[in-house]
């Protein structure tokens, strides 16, 4: 008797602890200003060993049970998830059926950030644990670490028990428009891609070969020590933020790898883009795609300068055409010719 009665305190004790476990993990879900039709939940990602700050948004009235598609989105320069958050773009999303993920990418918001030491490591102690003096890197504009952060959010989302894993698509803009390119011809969980005012240049290096060999000089300086570990102390230009990795930004040409891209895309441009010339990044990735078959659209908005369209008349026509091409291959289950035109070989 007990034993029984040992058993029973432990077994209750065992619930007990889960029951507590549990309602800590429970999510928190906050109301989103302005939008009454949706909640937000503020989580973590870990990307690369990189702590990440991030959000989930989706409708309030989603059933228990119910499997919605799911949004990516990222950022371009030095965009931050409150701009997702404040500009509408994420809410919009969210209120039109969808899960979305924004989050900082890393040495950006509230994200964690590269720690560079200069000196040699101590031993760590029995934890593995050590203390050193570091230099927090932040506010670098490298896109071989945004695109770790995108797969971490792609993988997060990828895990959300509200998502549906064959309904995942992407969405960019500005230099975040080339790393959704990037990332569809390198994901097979990308099933539909929406890019707007996006810079995806080709490969540039066959045709200035002496500049590869400047960026070489480059990438050799900081291995060497010569140059600073990372790059630091702004430099981006104009409006821009951050301190750009030159030397990887230089070697980062998603409009390379548009052939490779299997799932629809849809591309859409300002005709007053300063930043680079259209017809060489979303016009030419447009036309190979519709060479090779991918279901692709392109749009060109008249009187619309770059940051036209995060705002107004422009944000309304930009968000109306993505939500409607989302929908299309997203949501069209019913249709299986729409669905599986959204699938890779």
Not at 253 to 269: E, F, R
Not at 323 to 329: G, L, N, S, T, V
């Amino acid at each position: 008797m007990k034993a029984f009665g040992a058993l029973s305190w432990t077994v209750a004790a065992i619930l007990g602890l889960t029951s507590i476990c549990q309602a800590a993990k429970a999510p928190k879900e906050e109301a989103v200003k302005g939008h009454p039709t949706i909640v937000k939940r503020e989580i973590t990602l870990w990307s690369d060993g990189t702590r990440l700050s991030g959000a989930l948004l989706y409708p309030k009235d989603r059933k228990a049970d119910q499997k919605l598609p799911g949004l990516v989105l990222c950022n371009g320069w030095g965009g931050t998830k409150a701009f997702l958050l404040n500009s509408g773009i994420a809410p919009r999303f969210a209120a039109a059926g969808y899960v979305v993920i924004v989050y900082d990418y890393r040495g950006w918001g509230e994200s964690n950030c590269r720690l560079v030491v200069r000196g040699k490591t101590p031993k760590p102690d029995k934890d593995g644990n050590v203390t050193v003096k570091a230099q927090a890197i932040r506010e670098v504009v490298d896109p071989v670490d945004q695109q770790k952060d995108i797969d971490a959010a792609v993988s997060y989302i990828y895990g959300e028990p509200m998502v549906d894993q064959a309904r995942i698509g992407i969405w960019g803009t500005s230099f975040g428009g080339g790393h959704v390119i990037y990332r569809a011809a390198h994901d097979k969980r990308i099933a539909c891609v929406a890019a707007q005012v996006g810079s995806m240049p080709d490969d540039w290096t066959k045709l200035y070969p002496k500049g590869l060999r400047d960026v070489y000089k480059g990438k050799s300086a900081r291995a060497r020590g010569a140059i600073a570990p990372m790059p630091q102390g702004g430099g981006s230009g104009g409006v821009l933020q951050g301190t750009p990795h030159r030397v990887r930004i230089a070697l980062f040409n998603p409009g390379q790898y548009a052939d490779k891209v299997k799932v629809p895309t849809l591309l859409i441009d300002a005709d007053k883009e300063h930043y680079f010339k259209i017809k060489d990044n979303s016009e030419r990735v447009h036309k190979i795609l519709k060479k090779s078959g991918i279901p692709t659209e392109y749009h060109v908005l008249k009187n619309t300068k770059h940051y036209d369209v995060y705002r107004g008349k422009s944000l309304d026509i930009v968000m109306k055409l993505e939500i409607a091409w989302f929908d299309k291959y997203l949501k069209a289950k019913t249709n299986p010719k729409t669905f599986k035109s959204s699938k890779r070989d």
